[in-house]
């Protein structure tokens, strides 16, 4: 079946450097990924998305990048701040389109100033 | 911006009692989703529906059921609240083209004793 995982361990990082999350996935091609940022008591809230045919994506301070060679995505916080404390969800599509997301279970990122 | 609304923030509920979890979305989405998030689990899809009465099962369906009466809301109902189902249900919705974010709901917190 299909499989996601990222590190399930917290990520700590001192105020302005930059955080990497890490996302790997098996039994799958998927034609996208997207990455989520979930805070405590709420919903996830997107925040990119990047196709199969693209290697790096970026918005604002965030980067994504995609290697379907490795099965992997990073994810790049740059600049990191306190308020990017939070939970990073990543999700891929194995519906064909149906965004029938599947979920790893989520990295907790902490800045610390 | 979309607006998911679910119904409760929290709820607890007897072993047995027929549980319905309502969600409301505004944005004239064709698809909705139900997904339960339990610690060290992820998310993980219960129900979608991408139609008016049209629904299907996810990944974890037993004990649930879902109706879709009008495009913008979308019930869960647990037949014989069990206190496995005790967790954090999400409710989401995306428009019907592919590669859209799915756009969540903050949640209801279920506790079944």
């Known amino acids: 079946s299909q499989k996601i995982e990222q590190n399930s361990e917290a990520l700590n990082i001192q105020e302005g450097k930059t955080a990497t999350l890490t996302c790997n996935y098996t039994?799958?091609?998927?034609?996208?990924l997207q990455w989520y940022r979930q805070d405590p008591g709420r919903g996830p809230v997107f925040l990119l998305l990047?196709?199969?045919?693209?290697k790096e994506k970026r918005k604002e301070r965030l980067k994504v990048t995609f290697d379907t060679t490795l099965k992997q995505s990073l994810f790049h916080i740059t600049a990191s701040q306190p308020a990017d404390s939070a939970t990073y969800l990543c999700?891929?599509?194995?519906?064909?389109?149906?965004?029938?997301?599947?979920f790893g279970a989520g990295t907790r990122l902490a800045v610390h100033p | 911006d979309v607006k998911v609304t679910q119904s409760s923030r929290y709820l607890v509920k007897r072993t047995g009692e027929k549980v319905f979890l309502e969600c409301v979305q505004d944005?004239?989405?064709?698809?909705m989703f139900w997904y339960r998030q339990d610690p060290g689990l992820g998310l993980r899809l219960i129900y979608f529906?991408?139609?008016?009465?049209?629904?299907e099962k996810g990944d974890i369906p037993e004990g649930y059921s879902v109706s879709r009466e009008k495009k913008e809301r979308f019930s869960l109902i647990l037949e014989s609240a069990s206190t496995n189902q005790t967790s954090m249900y999400l409710c989401?919705?995306?428009?019907?083209?592919?590669?859209?974010?799915?756009?969540f709901g903050n949640g209801t917190r279920l506790t079944v004793t």
């Open positions: 529906s991408y139609d008016v009465k049209m629904k």
């Open positions: 990047i196709r199969e045919n693209e």
């Open positions: 999700a891929l599509d194995p519906s064909g389109g149906y965004n029938k997301l599947i």
């Open positions: 944005m004239d989405h064709e698809n």
């Open positions: 989401a919705s995306s428009p019907g083209t592919g590669y859209s974010p799915l756009h």
């Open positions: 039994n799958y091609s998927p034609a996208y």
